[in-house]
Nanobody
Framework: QVQLVESGGGLVQAGGSLRLSCAAS????????MGWFRQAPGKEREFVAF????????YYADSVKGRFTISRDNAKKTVYLQMNSLKPEDTAVYYC??????????????????WGQGTQVTVSS
Protein backbone atom coordinates (compact mmCIF):
# COMPACT_ATOMS: atom_id res chain seq x y z
CA GLN A 1 0.00 0.00 0.00
CA VAL A 2 1.44 3.34 -1.08
CA GLN A 3 1.07 6.29 1.23
CA LEU A 4 1.47 9.81 -0.10
CA VAL A 5 1.50 12.90 2.10
CA GLU A 6 1.50 16.38 0.58
CA SER A 7 2.64 19.55 2.30
CA GLY A 8 3.53 23.12 1.46
CA GLY A 9 0.20 24.56 0.46
CA GLY A 10 -1.05 27.90 1.70
CA LEU A 11 -2.18 31.39 0.85
CA VAL A 12 -0.05 33.52 -1.45
CA GLN A 13 -0.52 36.71 -3.45
CA ALA A 14 -0.64 36.65 -7.22
CA GLY A 15 2.87 36.60 -8.63
CA GLY A 16 4.22 34.75 -5.62
CA SER A 17 5.69 31.29 -5.26
CA LEU A 18 5.07 28.10 -3.32
CA ARG A 19 6.79 24.72 -3.24
CA LEU A 20 4.70 21.63 -2.64
CA SER A 21 6.24 18.42 -1.36
CA CYS A 22 4.93 14.88 -1.44
CA ALA A 23 6.54 12.23 0.75
CA ALA A 24 5.98 8.62 -0.29
CA SER A 25 6.23 5.37 1.60
CA UNK A 26 5.27 1.77 1.07
CA UNK A 27 6.59 1.17 -2.44
CA UNK A 28 9.71 1.25 -4.53
CA UNK A 29 9.55 4.96 -5.14
CA UNK A 30 12.31 5.10 -7.72
CA UNK A 31 10.40 2.75 -10.03
CA UNK A 32 7.28 4.89 -10.34
CA UNK A 33 6.29 7.92 -12.35
CA MET A 34 4.85 10.56 -10.03
CA GLY A 35 2.34 13.26 -10.85
CA TRP A 36 0.55 16.32 -9.56
CA PHE A 37 -3.10 17.05 -10.20
CA ARG A 38 -5.38 19.81 -8.96
CA GLN A 39 -9.06 20.39 -8.40
CA ALA A 40 -10.60 23.84 -8.21
CA PRO A 41 -14.01 24.41 -6.60
CA GLY A 42 -16.79 23.25 -8.86
CA LYS A 43 -14.40 21.79 -11.42
CA GLU A 44 -13.08 18.35 -12.25
CA ARG A 45 -9.64 17.29 -11.18
CA GLU A 46 -7.04 18.10 -13.83
CA PHE A 47 -3.52 17.06 -14.66
CA VAL A 48 -0.71 19.47 -13.74
CA ALA A 49 2.61 17.66 -14.27
CA PHE A 50 4.38 14.32 -14.11
CA UNK A 51 7.94 13.15 -13.75
CA UNK A 52 9.28 9.75 -14.77
CA UNK A 53 10.83 7.33 -12.30
CA UNK A 54 14.38 8.49 -13.10
CA UNK A 55 13.49 12.16 -13.36
CA UNK A 56 14.61 12.17 -16.97
CA UNK A 57 11.20 12.96 -18.42
CA UNK A 58 8.78 15.65 -17.32
CA TYR A 59 5.51 16.81 -18.81
CA TYR A 60 3.33 19.79 -17.98
CA ALA A 61 -0.15 21.03 -18.65
CA ASP A 62 -0.12 24.02 -20.98
CA SER A 63 -1.63 26.18 -18.26
CA VAL A 64 1.42 25.80 -16.00
CA LYS A 65 4.25 25.34 -18.51
CA GLY A 66 7.06 27.78 -17.87
CA ARG A 67 5.80 28.61 -14.36
CA PHE A 68 5.79 25.26 -12.53
CA THR A 69 8.64 22.78 -12.18
CA ILE A 70 8.29 19.19 -11.02
CA SER A 71 11.28 17.39 -9.54
CA ARG A 72 12.04 14.40 -7.36
CA ASP A 73 14.59 13.15 -4.88
CA ASN A 74 14.56 9.37 -4.99
CA ALA A 75 16.81 9.08 -1.94
CA LYS A 76 14.24 11.01 0.09
CA LYS A 77 11.25 9.41 -1.66
CA THR A 78 9.87 12.87 -2.26
CA VAL A 79 8.45 14.67 -5.27
CA TYR A 80 8.21 18.44 -5.47
CA LEU A 81 6.22 21.02 -7.36
CA GLN A 82 7.80 24.46 -7.50
CA MET A 83 5.13 26.97 -8.45
CA ASN A 84 6.19 30.45 -9.55
CA SER A 85 4.27 33.42 -10.95
CA LEU A 86 1.12 32.11 -9.35
CA LYS A 87 -2.23 33.31 -10.61
CA PRO A 88 -5.67 33.34 -8.94
CA GLU A 89 -6.74 30.63 -11.38
CA ASP A 90 -4.12 28.32 -9.83
CA THR A 91 -6.26 28.21 -6.69
CA ALA A 92 -7.13 24.56 -6.06
CA VAL A 93 -6.52 21.53 -3.93
CA TYR A 94 -3.32 19.94 -5.23
CA TYR A 95 -2.93 16.17 -5.17
CA CYS A 96 0.16 14.05 -5.47
CA UNK A 97 -0.24 10.71 -7.23
CA UNK A 98 1.83 7.62 -7.94
CA UNK A 99 1.55 5.83 -11.26
CA UNK A 100 -0.39 2.61 -11.26
CA UNK A 101 2.47 0.53 -12.71
CA UNK A 102 6.19 0.54 -12.15
CA UNK A 103 8.00 2.14 -15.10
CA UNK A 104 4.66 3.27 -16.47
CA UNK A 105 4.02 6.55 -18.26
CA UNK A 106 0.94 8.56 -19.11
CA UNK A 107 -0.83 11.60 -17.73
CA UNK A 108 -4.41 10.43 -17.53
CA UNK A 109 -5.95 10.28 -14.10
CA UNK A 110 -6.71 6.58 -14.65
CA UNK A 111 -2.96 5.92 -15.06
CA UNK A 112 -2.39 6.81 -11.41
CA UNK A 113 -3.35 4.36 -8.67
CA UNK A 114 -2.40 6.02 -5.39
CA TRP A 115 -3.31 9.50 -4.22
CA GLY A 116 -2.48 11.81 -1.37
CA GLN A 117 -5.05 13.65 0.69
CA GLY A 118 -4.41 16.97 -1.05
CA THR A 119 -3.11 20.34 0.02
CA GLN A 120 -4.91 23.65 -0.50
CA VAL A 121 -3.29 26.39 -2.56
CA THR A 122 -5.02 29.75 -2.57
CA VAL A 123 -3.78 32.64 -4.70
CA SER A 124 -5.23 36.04 -3.94
CA SER A 125 -5.45 38.80 -6.53
Amino acid sequence: QVQLVESGGGLVQAGGSLRLSCAASGHTFNSYTMGWFRQAPGKEREFVAFISWSGGTTYYADSVKGRFTISRDNAKKTVYLQMNSLKPEDTAVYYCAAHRSSYGMGKAERDFGSWGQGTQVTVSS
